[in-house]
Nanobody, 114 residues
């Protein structure tokens, strides 16, 4: 499975972005997927996960601000990010688990700065 993220960029604090992760195969049967981010000098961390079709979990730091979703018809996963903060800056990666293997995209950079 190949994954391609898009939608990153520079945004001011308080702004919004929607990230997309387009998959090369149908995601209909994929039960575990998520978004991770890696800030400069820090380890990659889970931001939002989606399992079993509609069960979501979020890092405490993004709860109430970020929303993960999927569109099976478009083979795409999304991350809606609102009320962005400078500490949300980093490279955002999508990941799926497909037949027990992890597949990652190459990432998209999000910079939150005035």
């Amino acid at each position: 499975v190949q994954l391609v993220e898009s939608g990153g960029g520079l945004v001011q604090p308080g702004g919004s972005l929607r990230l997309s992760c387009a998959a090369s195969k149908s995601i209909f049967s994929i039960n575990a997927m998520g978004w991770f981010r890696q800030a400069p000098g820090k380890q990659r961390e889970l931001v939002a996960g989606l399992t079993g079709g509609d069960s979501t979990n979020y890092a405490d730091s993004v709860k109430g601000r970020f929303t993960i979703s999927r569109d099976n018809a478009k083979n795409t996963m999304y991350l809606q990010m609102n009320s962005l903060k400078p500490e949300d800056t980093g490279v955002y990666y999508c990941k799926v688990i497909y037949y027990g293997l992890d597949y990652w995209g190459k990432g998209t950079l999000v910079t939150v700065s005035s």
